[in-house]
Structure formats: structure tokens, C-alpha cells
């Protein structure tokens, strides 16, 4: 069960794309599609982004999406705004009810 | 409107018990997955636990097997987490989480506010 590897931090100025890499393994991401991404900001708990790979919960912008190549996952946020300043979290099903999470990844907007 | 809450987190001394609660209301609880995901102070999330609908399966990470144990009571749509053996490095927020769905296999959709343990060398 090793952590999921994401890049420590991203920046991006308003209005520009920005996209965030989680790379596992073929036993976690590249086996199944069942990767998500989470937003936290401070002292909150996490909010659902992205669900089986590419798939958005009800409310969530379409500037958020996923996707998956391999072993690596993608979250991609377009037309970034400043309250997208936040601590991003990829999640990976990795067999018999476990889960592995990414590392996390702090975005700045500049 | 779906809510988790949290509770049973305080001060501990290494190597004593806690047992967390996670009250659900705004849903059928036992038509659902749940599992419990931690975080460190100014750390990342570690999934820890996950228990079926039915309670008839559970699994935990290899970091608290052994010493934590997951468990449901439908009838009072609550979920359990016992923490036994405490070490430092237990110290975190835990979160009770759902997914979107009956299972959680695609992703923790709804989670409670977190309830604190601090163990203490």
C-alpha cells in the first residue's frame, strides 16, 4: 500500500489550465477505474472533484476533469479561478477493499 | 440531506483505546459501504478502514491492522472505528466517509468533520 506520487505543488495564473499528474502502479490505478480526486481546503474536510477516473458528482463545475493513461491519472482544471487555492488528493482502488491515496498537491494561483 | 458526524477523539497515552463513532442521518445507512480515511497533522489522507453494507466484510491498511477494527450498527445508523495498541504516529483527524453510491469503490463522496486523536509519548 505505497502512496500514489503527485507533484507537491502546482501554480497557475487566473483563466489558464493547470493539470495535476498521480502516477500508482498496475496493481492500483492502471488495474482499475476507480480513481477520484479531492479538494481541501485549510481546516475543511475533503470535497469530492472526480469519481471512476472522469465522472463529476452533482455541483461540481465542468472546469474539473479527469483522466487516466496507464498507470497515471490527470486532474485538469480549466479557466482557473482564485478559490481553486487548495490541497488537491487523488485516490486510487487498489483491490479487496483497499485504498491508496496520492500525497497531495498544493495549488497556487498566482 | 446526507450527514456523518464524528465523535469519540481526545488525548491518549501510547498504547491506550479510543472508540470513534460516525452517527449518519439523511439516508438508509445499511444500504451503504462506509469506510474511515485519516489525516496527520499537516499531512496528506490515508484511507484506513471499510466495511460493507451488511458488515459481513471489513478491511483495514497494513499501518492498524491488527489494532483497529471497523464496525456498524444499522439500527442505530452508526459506524464504529475501536483503535487499540495507540501510537504516536496514530495522531490525525479521522473521517467517516461514503461514496455517491452504495459502495465506495469509485469514491468517498460524503465525509463527516473529523474527530481528533492526539496520543501522547
Known amino acids: 500500500q505505497s502512496a500514489l506520487t503527485q507533484p507537491r505543488s502546482v501554480s497557475g495564473s487566473p483563466g489558464q489550465s493547470v493539470a495535476i499528474s498521480c502516477t500508482g502502479t498496475?496493481?492500483?490505478?492502471?488495474?482499475?477505474?476507480?480513481v477520484s480526486w479531492y479538494q481541501q481546503l485549510p481546516g475543511k474536510a475533503p470535497k469530492l472533484l472526480i469519481f471512476?477516473?472522469?465522472r463529476r458528482p452533482p455541483g461540481v463545475p465542468d472546469r474539473f476533469s479527469g483522466s487516466k493513461s496507464g498507470n497515471t491519472a490527470s486532474l485538469t482544471i480549466s479557466g482557473l479561478q482564485a478559490e481553486d487555492e487548495a490541497d488537491y488528493y487523488c485516490?486510487?482502488?487498489?483491490?479487496?477493499?483497499?485504498?491508496?491515496f496520492g500525497g497531495g498537491t498544493s495549488l497556487t494561483v498566482l | 440531506e446526507v450527514q456523518l458526524v464524528e465523535s469519540g477523539g481526545g488525548v491518549v497515552q501510547s498504547g491506550g483505546s479510543l472508540r470513534l463513532s460516525c452517527v449518519s442521518s439523511?439516508?438508509?445507512?445499511?444500504?451503504?459501504?462506509m469506510a474511515w480515511v485519516r489525516q496527520a497533522p499537516g499531512k496528506g489522507l490515508e484511507w484506513v478502514s471499510h466495511?460493507?453494507?451488511?458488515?459481513?466484510?471489513?478491511n483495514h491498511a497494513d499501518s492498524v491492522k491488527g489494532r483497529f477494527t471497523v464496525s456498524r450498527d444499522s439500527a442505530k445508523n452508526s459506524l464504529f472505528l475501536q483503535i487499540n495498541s495507540l501510537r504516536v504516529e496514530d495522531t490525525a483527524v479521522y473521517y467517516c466517509?461514503?461514496?455517491?453510491?452504495?459502495?465506495?469503490?469509485?469514491?468517498?463522496?460524503?465525509w463527516g468533520q473529523g474527530t481528533l486523536v492526539s496520543v501522547s509519548s
Open positions: 439523511g439516508f438508509i445507512f445499511g444500504d451503504y459501504d
Open positions: 471512476d477516473v472522469t
Open positions: 498496475s496493481s492500483d490505478v492502471g488495474a482499475y477505474n476507480y
Open positions: 466495511i460493507t453494507r451488511d458488515g459481513s466484510a471489513t
Open positions: 485516490c486510487s482502488h487498489a483491490g479487496s477493499y483497499t485504498w491508496v
Open positions: 466517509a461514503r461514496g455517491l453510491y452504495s459502495t465506495v469503490t469509485g469514491g468517498f463522496c460524503y
